[in-house]
């Protein structure tokens, strides 16, 4: 009896057990960062990628079409400077796209004022394109403290895009995709124009990897429909400074 009796204690207990195993409640999940908290995020990562990319020197090549036709191809080294500026060294004398030099005075003349403000366009076109990337994470706050900051779900649970508004220009736009739940950095869209609005243009960012784990702006394409033009900046062969 004695024995009948310490087996149904067992028995008891371990339905007993199962039982409040079975109805514990699940473990709770962190939960997702707030907007203000992204925005934060993106700020130490981007201070972050300067002091990192500032060990490294690589090669930018701006190449700047019409029509589809390549016009213009520049090459620099690049790395950042003791004192944290970009320095760019000309690689090699930039080239054109001419097939062939035209005859007559003023069809010279007409050419080289072409090849001219092509050549003053790219300047100023990549000059905007360095005025947006990287971003700079006190213009981030600005726009944030403005107001003109919004979280828009892109792909859910897999990617978030941050918008930024009035962020260099009026009007203009800054989107930053992250990945979740990383928080990685993944692209960036701008939306903006060169001297008035008629002259918009939209840049398309993508993001590379070094083996380090540093994220580096990879390929940035600049384009300009009003006037049929793209320019495209890569960033490409990275090596570390020294090496």
């Known amino acids: 009896m004695k024995n009948l009796m310490i ?17 514990a409640p699940p473990a709770q999940q962190p939960p997702p960062p707030t907007p203000q908290q992204r925005v934060a995020m993106l700020q130490q990562w981007l201070k972050a990628s300067q002091v990192q990319l500032r060990a490294y020197q690589w090669v930018e090549t701006t190449v700047l079409a019409k029509a589809g036709e390549e016009k213009s191809r520049q090459q620099n080294q690049v790395y950042y400077g003791a004192d944290g500026q970009l320095v760019k060294v000309p690689a090699g004398s930039a080239s054109g796209g ?3 030099a035209p005859r007559g005075p003023l069809r010279k003349h007409a ?9 003053a366009y790219l300047q100023q076109a990549a000059a905007l394109v360095h005025s947006y990337v990287p971003p700079d994470p006190n213009r981030i706050q600005q726009s944030v403290n ?22 260099l220009k009026a009007d203009d736009v ?10 990685r950095l993944m692209g960036m869209q701008v939306s903006s124009y060169l001297d008035t ?4 243009v939209k840049l ?40």
């Open 111 to 119: 050419a080289a004022q072409a090849k001219e403000d092509l050549t």
């Open 7 to 23: 087996a149904a204690f067992f028995t008891a207990l371990v339905v007993a057990t199962t039982s409040s195993a079975q109805q």
């Open 98 to 100: 001419e097939a062939s």
């Open 174 to 183: 800054l989107s930053v995709d992250i990945e979740l739940p990383t928080n």
């Open 146 to 167: 403005a107001g003109n900051f919004a979280v828009n779900m892109v792909v859910p649970g897999r990617q978030v895009r941050l918008d930024f508004k009035n962020y």
């Open 197 to 200: 609005r008629t002259d918009a």
């Open 204 to 243: 398309d960012v993508t993001m590379g990897l070094l083996p380090d784990g540093t994220i580096y702006t990879a390929v940035t394409k600049l384009a300009a429909p009003a006037k049929d033009i793209t320019v495209t900046i890569e960033n490409a062969g990275h090596r570390r400074l020294g090496g």
